[in-house]
């Protein structure tokens, strides 16, 4: 055979090669996509539970701890509307003084400057021993539990600075030195003055204030005309806010119109428990609750109370025992129902200090693997799917490589359909998560839940990163069944099965 | 081999000395065992070989798919070799249309969809693709079933699609890969009709791998390898003159 001689070489004009718009790349994988329907509905199926299930564990965190600093504030409030009634009726104590000067609380800090006399600089003086102290406080219970025990004894540090005078810091001195540990604040001069300046100080305030919160009290207890503080709250008389603020209190309209409220069932609650005292009455509500008639108590009363026939049926009994004209049915179930509210909310705070997660989104460090594990189960899934999709489309690919199609683009027609899938499975699962925390929370917490305010942007935004990492996951599991389809050679369009 | 009639046009694809191993040392294949062949503008060529004999990888390697382990590739003058990525996909695409024994239509895709996937590649509008893939599934004679997908119609009409999607691009060579394997007689008769058409009124370059005697009435050359060599080339005249009677067809 002759070798034919050549004309010189030319070189391929490829410059009109066109690189194909994301659009059509899209089109062609949705297009696939539908056509291979069941295939890619176990995809998104996948897909949807990983991300309902990151989702689910992100928002049900996030509504837990909603719902629980909800309660927190709530019981809060509750207790502080229970001291400030005692403070009607009694001057504070040494300790309350202490603590409402450390935290530097406004409305007490101006009724105390009032009440001691000794004008707004002392008391502002006064507030910064005091924040001290407490400091000294806290450094000395983070001592370890054994030189704590040696140095305190039995008294918390708290107690046990306020006791404190300076021969018994001398001793404490010695013993820090003898365990090796460091002086609260630092060093021993800056304690010294501490408590030889500012325990005397504030023991001299803390006196002011109570004589001159007894006098308040005693003012208001004039003007009530020989009414307990309670029943005067109770029955809101007029003109009560303006005689409690004029004697130096400082309570909102908001919170006397709590403390009245307060007031009122504390009186009915404790009717009801004069009521239930009564034998032949507590006999029968215990036939009508089965249980022993010992146990007949208030709590057992608003276990039982639940509906309004049942408060009936318990207001009959009461009646006959000679209930108060305040005693209705109706209110017996408004005072159980409030009381199962507050069981509910001391509940809800349990949870709270056995599970206090912290991390992204509130989750607990097992939660985060279990999330974690989950989506590399997830990509495990999708990559598998993917692979099984390309295997079986090796003669499509390779046409399409036949027919002109670049590696990149083939690359891109896979990880499409991948995020396409993951957009799809992802929003389905978003849906699907949120509403199973939802009810899982309702059941959880029920009525509470209403107190979980704040929620919706936090979840709103685990929604958002759940559906960015299950796309993304979508994607990069893609990504090898992709590139392996990308490497496909050609010839493989040749071939005939 | 150049034979009289084809001496004064341009060549469009050249091997020269083309080999292709598999494997190596004591355990290497030989696909082709150097292969010159030179194929002109405008020609029909059936390559024929039994099995194994190296054909299919002669066609892989003029159509740009395979890459050789000696010798050269010259398609349209250009060296195969040394083009890249995009070069050899620019090659697929506007120089050479497949046809292939599978059909190999794009399953979940109509017919007249399936014709505008090249000019997709190849950057054509989508309303121009649609135009000009109308225009090429009427030539096909399909132009009324342009909705229907691949499983909706006969294995005739399939590689007819197949063949207006081979066009598309106006390429300059048609390679066909036993086009027409997977049909009946009849429907194959059609085909090989069609591909004849094009390459007269088009004149555009057919390489046709085929067992199909019939080609050899239509084409102008024909290709035997043989374990891995051009054992023959002969013109269609010459086929005429030694087997014509021996088929039963002439």
């Known amino acids: 055979m002759s070798n034919p001689t050549f004309h010189a070489l030319r070189p391929i004009v490829a410059k009109d090669q066109v690189r194909l718009s994301v659009g059509r790349g899209f089109r062609l994988a949705m297009s696939g996509m539908s056509y291979r329907m069941f295939r890619s509905s176990v995809t998104i199926a996948i897909l949807s539970l990983a991300t309902a299930f990151m989702v689910h564990m992100l928002s049900y965190g996030l509504l837990q701890h909603a719902t629980e600093r909800g309660a927190l504030s709530e019981l809060m409030h509750q207790r502080r509307l229970g001291q400030e009634i005692t403070r009607l009726s009694d001057a504070d104590s040494d300790a309350t003084i202490f603590d409402a000067l450390a935290t530097g609380l406004p409305e007490r800090i101006g009724e105390y400057s009032r009440w001691s006399g000794l004008g707004a600089a002392r008391t502002t003086q006064t507030c910064v021993f005091a924040r001290r102290l407490r400091e000294a406080a806290r450094a000395l219970d983070d001592f370890p539990v054994a030189a704590r025990a040696v140095a305190l004894g039995d008294a918390t540090a708290q107690e046990f600075l306020l006791s404190f005078d300076a021969g018994e810091l001398s001793r404490l001195e010695a013993q820090l030195n003898h365990l090796g540990l460091r002086a609260p604040l630092g060093n021993f001069p800056e304690l010294k003055r501490l408590v030889i300046e500012g325990l005397p100080q504030l023991r001299t305030f803390a006196k002011a204030v109570q004589i001159g919160q007894k006098s308040a009290i005693d003012e208001l207890n004039r003007s009530f005309q020989g009414e307990s503080i309670v029943e005067a709250l109770r029955q809101s008389s007029p003109g009560l806010a303006e005689r409690i603020r004029g004697v130096g209190f400082e309570l909102t309209s908001k919170d006397l119109g709590d403390l009245s409220r307060l007031a009122s069932r504390t009186t009915d609650i404790n009717s009801v428990n004069r009521l239930l005292q009564n034998g032949d009455i507590s006999t029968e509500l215990g036939r009508l609750f089965s249980i022993d008639p010992s146990q007949v108590n208030f709590e057992s009363v608003s276990e039982y109370v639940s509906n309004s026939s049942r408060a009936t049926a318990v207001g009959k009994w009461l009646a006959q025992a000679g209930a108060p004209p305040e005693i209705t049915p109706q209110r017996i179930l408004e005072l159980a129902t409030t009381h199962r509210h507050e069981v509910k909310l001391t509940r809800a705070l349990g949870n709270l200090s056995e599970d206090r997660a912290v991390g992204w989104f509130g989750l607990s460090e097992r939660n985060q693997w279990l999330v974690v594990l989950s989506f590399l189960v997830c990509v495990v899934g999708v990559a598998n799917a993917m692979l099984m999709s390309v295997t079986e489309r090796f003669t499509e690919i390779a046409t399409m490589k036949c027919l002109g199609a670049m590696d990149g683009f083939v690359m891109l027609l896979f990880v499409f359909e991948a995020m396409i899938q993951g957009l799809v499975g992802g929003i389905i699962g978003l849906f699907l998560g949120v509403i199973l925390a939802t009810i899982r929370a309702a059941i959880e917490y029920g009525s509470l839940l209403a107190g979980a305010t704040g929620v919706v942007l936090p979840v709103a935004s685990a929604m958002l990163v759940s559906l960015v990492v299950g796309v993304a996951l979508a994607a990069i599991a893609a990504v090898g069944p992709a590139w392996l389809a990308a490497r496909l050679s050609p010839m493989e369009a040749m071939r005939v099965e | ?250």
């Open chain 2, 1 to 250: 081999m150049t034979s009289k009639d084809s001496a004064d046009r341009p060549i469009i694809i050249r091997t020269l000395g083309l080999e292709k191993h598999y494997g190596i040392g004591d355990a290497t294949t030989y696909a082709l065992r150097g292969v010159d062949s030179s194929i002109a503008r405008g020609e029909f060529i059936a390559v024929m070989g039994p099995s194994g004999s190296g054909k299919s990888t002669y066609f892989n390697m003029i159509g740009g798919l395979d890459s050789a382990t000696r010798g050269r590739i010259l398609i349209d003058e250009v060296d195969v070799a040394q083009l890249s990525a995009v070069e050899l996909a620019f090659l697929r695409c506007q120089k050479i249309g497949y046809i292939f024994q599978s059909y190999n239509l794009i399953r979940y895709m109509t017919a007249l969809e399936n014709v505008t996937v090249p000019m997709a590649f190849a950057g054509v509008s989508p309303e121009e693709a649609r135009r000009r893939g109308m225009a090429l599934l009427a030539l096909v004679g399909l132009e009324v079933r342009w909705a229907h997908r691949p499983i909706e119609m006969s294995g005739g009409q399939q590689q007819r699609v197949a063949i207006a999607r081979s066009l598309c691009n106006n390429p300059k060579i048609l390679l066909a890969d036993e086009p027409t394997a997977n049909l009946d007689l009849d429907t194959g008769q059609e085909i090989l009709e069609i591909l004849r058409r094009i390459n007269q009124e088009r004149k555009m370059t057919i390489v046709c791998s085929t067992h199909d005697h019939r080609l050899l009435k239509i084409c102008d050359r024909i290709l035997w390898i043989r374990d891995g060599r051009i054992e023959r080339v002969a013109s269609r005249e010459d086929i005429h003159i030694t087997v014509g009677s021996i088929g039963g067809e002439a």
